[in-house]
Antibody, heavy 124, light 108 residues
Framework: EVQLVESGGGLVQPGRSLRLSCTAS????????MGWFRQAPGKGLEWVGFIRSKAYGGTTEYAASVEGRFTISRDDSKSIAYLQMNSLKTEDTAVYYC???????????????WGKGTTVTVSS | EIVLTQSPGTLSLSPGERATLSCRAS???????LAWYQQKPGQAPRLLIYGASSRATGIPDRFSGSGSGTDFTLTISRLEPEDFAVYYCQQYGSSLRTFGQGTKLEIK
């Protein structure tokens, strides 16, 4: 069974850092791009960013709202994707979802598998 | 940024009825790179449709997608009790992936 499990969420003060993990199983992790999305309480879905597979350079793309503060990385040997979040703001409070991204071109991907999410609360 | 506007905001129907959900884009969506997701309370979104009209693996054939350019539609032919949820359209034809605000499908 294809599965993604996020972990690492919690309560953190503004300005601090947090690292989320996404552990994958049931598929060849290294063959896929991996993405992160978030959903603030009572709000819609927002794309955070993604990392391409090594076959496509392992490069990353980010939403403007997190560019320079968040970093996505991957460890294909462990089937884990990471979201390093620095300089956190109260508006980063959300449920964070990990996704498996299916490639249609170098730039364009859709998400075919989602994890259940992990909650991040940024508050003093 | 491509802005997606979904209508209606809330749709009240009964099981067995047909549901038609609309998604309009502020500019043409490249190559019909549009997807639909279903989300139930406390759960992750689930992919229903990609490429505007292709059903994802395991999705019942009562779900269908259509449209191109700026206008897209998700149709559920005969509503089952488990179909009542929030539905999001999402475009992936630009470097910034964006979502609609969602349509809540509720039991009448």
């Amino acid at each position: 069974e294809v599965q993604l499990v996020e972990s690492g969420g919690g309560l953190v003060q503004p300005g601090r850092s947090l690292r989320l993990s996404c552990t994958a199983s049931g598929f060849t992790f290294g063959d896929y791009a991996m993405g992160w999305f978030r959903q603030a309480p009572g709000k819609g879905l927002e794309w955070v960013g993604f990392i391409r597979s090594k076959a496509y350079g392992g490069t990353t793309e980010y939403a403007a709202s997190v560019e320079g503060r968040f970093t996505i990385s991957r460890d294909d040997s462990k089937s884990i994707a990471y979201l390093q979040m620095n300089s956190l703001k109260t508006e980063d409070t959300a449920v964070y979802y990990c996704t498996r991204d299916r490639r249609v071109s170098y730039y364009y991907y859709y998400m075919d598998v989602w994890g259940k999410g992990t909650t991040v609360t940024v508050s003093s | 940024e491509i802005v997606l506007t979904q209508s209606p905001g809330t749709l009240s129907l009964s099981p067995g009825e047909r549901a038609t959900l609309s998604c309009r884009a502020s500019q043409s969506v490249s190559s019909s790179y549009l997807a639909w997701y279903q989300q139930k309370p406390g759960q992750a979104p689930r992919l229903l449709i990609y490429g505007a009209s292709s059903r994802a693996t395991g999705i019942p054939d009562r779900f269908s997608g259509s449209g191109s350019g700026t206008d897209f539609t998700l149709t559920i032919s005969r509503l089952e009790p488990e179909d009542f949820a929030v539905y999001y359209c999402q475009q992936y034809g630009s470097s910034l992936r964006t979502f609609g605000q969602g349509t809540k499908l509720e039991i009448k």
